[in-house]
């Protein structure tokens, strides 16, 4: 079964410092991984994905994540955040269809 | 765009009410899936189902039932609610496309007095 470790459950940062949210994932099979955004009172939103080939993938509002099969991790980074980006995000994981496993969240709070 | 809609936004009940969550979606998805939010526990799949009137047990399906009449809705049934059940309900869907992404309805508030 695959399991979804977010460490942190907090993240402070002020505005335009870099961030990294960090998530690492356990898998005896080739995985697909996501994170999603959830906003005050909303529900979540797909932030971005890796399903294949380029191990970096972005997001269009400035977010990144990196596969690193050997690490068994999905890091999330934006090199300079907004007071739009607080929220909490989630890693999920999947070896296909039907469930998503997902981590326990971090919440990012920006500060001016 | 898909568009996941849950019938309410917040919902107060009483102990041992019942209580009917619904979602709908307009895009054809074949899986629809019940998740519980709770702070510090992420989400927690309660039931998914894969076709009209099939069901699959999440992780924590106990005081829960679903029911899938049509492809487009996806109800979740608290048959006696209780205090411990007061949560952010969120329903999603996922197509068969091979992309596996879920797509996310608004979230239900419900709290249980």
């Known amino acids: 079964a695959q399991s979804v470790t977010q460490l942190d459950s907090q993240v402070p940062v002020f505005e335009e410092a870099p961030v990294e949210l960090r998530c690492n994932y356990s898998s005896s099979v080739s995985v697909y991984l996501f994170w999603y955004v959830q906003y005050p009172n909303q529900g979540l939103q797909l932030l971005l994905k890796y399903l294949s080939g380029s191990t970096l993938v972005e997001s269009i509002n400035g977010f990144e994540a990196e596969f690193n099969k050997s690490q068994t991790s999905f890091h999330l980074r934006k090199p300079s955040v907004h007071i739009s980006d607080t929220a909490e995000y989630f890693c999920?994981?999947?070896?296909?269809?039907?469930?998503?496993?997902f981590g326990t969240g971090t919440r990012l709070l920006v500060s001016p | 765009d898909v568009k996941v809609t849950q019938s309410s936004r917040y919902l107060v009940k009483r102990t041992g009410e019942k209580v009917f969550l619904e979602c709908v979606q307009d895009?054809?998805?074949?899986?629809m899936f019940w998740y519980r939010q709770d702070p510090g526990l992420g989400l927690r799949l309660i039931y998914f189902?894969?076709?009209?009137?099939?069901?699959e047990k999440g992780d924590i399906p106990e005081g829960y039932s679903v029911s899938r009449e049509k492809k487009e809705r996806f109800s979740l049934i608290l048959e006696s609610a209780s205090t411990n059940q007061t949560s952010m309900y969120l329903c999603a869907t996922q197509g068969l496309a091979g992309v596996y992404e879920q797509f996310f309805g608004p979230g239900t508030r419900l709290t249980v007095l």
């Open positions: 895009m054809d998805h074949e899986n």
């Open positions: 189902s894969y076709d009209v009137k099939m069901k």
């Open positions: 999920a994981v999947t070896t296909g269809f039907q469930k998503l496993v």
